[in-house]
């Protein structure tokens, strides 16, 4: 079963009635199962909660049109925190979603994440979070993988998922290479030789993930950084599916 960790809806794809049509046509070409979803319309980076909820109430629509191929991430904005909690027990704890998605609202290692990761803990749902480390300067809130790292050792029971694997993925893996619940991802680079098997040299292959950011980047791309890995095909397997089927509980 290969699972694609990381997969954005967005209101130009698709149908009206059928967001997620050309995405699932385009996975299967290229032989993906299932893709775990969030996120929408908006570009806001720190959205007020009835966009959160309606984006992710779009999702919801599309867990419950394929639910074998779609899992649903919920998105928050941990600025609003007794929202984002009530949001995980309407979308996780009551409803079909199977994770948690954070982006730029707020640094990981923000004070409001604590009581997000710690529910996410309680419900045994991972926590996928945009990492980036940029050269020409981050966005304001825009998470860098030491506050990720900074979040993921106090609270060690809760699976996080290394969103880009901080974008420098030579330092991402450094950073985040003893903390044995951080889950690396391939996800939204440019499919560069060397990646795969450093993430898997450093970190073990049970805590790397495939994940694409489509529509963002091509299944294709991002696959191509897997298969042509010079890994084992047991190591490729759990990569591109195994670990997403352990961690969501499949």
Same mark, same amino acid.
């Given at each position: 079963?290969?699972?694609?960790?990381?997969?954005?809806?967005?209101?130009?794809?698709? +149908?009206?009635?059928?967001?997620?049509?050309? =995405? /699932?046509?385009?996975?299967?070409?290229?032989? /993906?199962?299932?893709?775990?979803?969030?996120?929408?319309?908006?570009?806001?980076?720190?959205?007020?909660? #009835?966009?959160?909820?309606?984006?992710? #109430?779009?999702?919801? *629509?599309?867990?419950?049109? +394929?639910?074998?191929?779609?899992?649903?991430?919920?998105?928050?904005?941990? =600025?609003?925190?007794? !929202?984002?909690?009530?949001?995980? #027990?309407?979308?996780?704890?009551?409803?079909?979603?199977?994770?948690?998605?954070?982006?730029?609202?707020?640094?990981?290692?923000?004070?409001? @994440?604590?009581?997000?990761?710690?529910?996410?803990?309680?419900?045994?749902?991972?926590?996928?979070?945009?990492?980036?480390?940029?050269?020409?300067?981050?966005?304001?809130?825009?998470? +860098?993988?030491?506050?990720?790292?900074?979040?993921?050792?106090?609270?060690?029971?809760?699976?996080? /998922?290394?969103?880009?694997?901080?974008?420098?993925?030579?330092?991402?893996?450094? @950073?985040?290479?003893?903390?044995?619940?951080?889950? *690396?991802?391939?996800?939204?680079?440019?499919?560069?030789?060397?990646?795969?098997?450093?993430?898997?040299?450093?970190?073990?292959?049970? +805590?790397?993930?495939?994940?694409?950011?489509?529509?963002? !980047?091509?299944?294709?791309?991002?696959?191509?950084?897997?298969?042509?890995? #010079?890994?084992?095909?047991?190591?490729?397997?759990?990569?591109?599916?195994?670990? =997403?089927? !352990?961690?969501?509980?499949?």
């Amino acid at each position: 079963m290969i699972i694609d960790g990381h997969v954005h809806i967005h209101s130009g794809w698709g +149908r009206e009635d059928d967001l997620m049509a050309d =995405m /699932i046509h385009f996975a299967d070409r290229v032989g /993906i199962d299932a893709l775990c979803l969030s996120l929408g319309y908006s570009r806001d980076q720190t959205p007020p909660p #009835d966009v959160v909820e309606g984006e992710n #109430d779009m999702v919801w *629509a599309e867990v419950e049109r +394929r639910p074998e191929r779609i899992f649903g991430m919920c998105y928050l904005n941990p =600025m609003y925190l007794d !929202r984002s909690l009530a949001e995980i #027990d309407r979308c996780i704890a009551n409803g079909p979603f199977r994770g948690i998605k954070l982006w730029i609202a707020c640094p990981m290692d923000h004070p409001n @994440v604590d009581p997000i990761a710690e529910r996410a803990g309680e419900l045994g749902v991972p926590v996928l979070q945009h990492t980036w480390y940029k050269i020409t300067g981050n966005e304001p809130a825009e998470s +860098r993988p030491e506050n990720l790292a900074a979040l993921a050792a106090r609270h060690p029971d809760t699976t996080i /998922i290394f969103g880009h694997s901080g974008g420098n993925w030579e330092w991402g893996c450094r @950073v985040v290479a003893d903390l044995p619940n951080v889950h *690396a991802e391939l996800a939204g680079g440019d499919p560069e030789l060397g990646q795969t098997e450093m993430s898997v040299a450093m970190l073990g292959a049970e +805590r790397v993930v495939y994940g694409s950011d489509a529509h963002g !980047r091509s299944f294709a791309s991002q696959m191509a950084k897997v298969h042509g890995a #010079d890994i084992s095909d047991a190591d490729k397997a759990l990569i591109l599916g195994g670990n =997403m089927q !352990r961690i969501l509980g499949l």
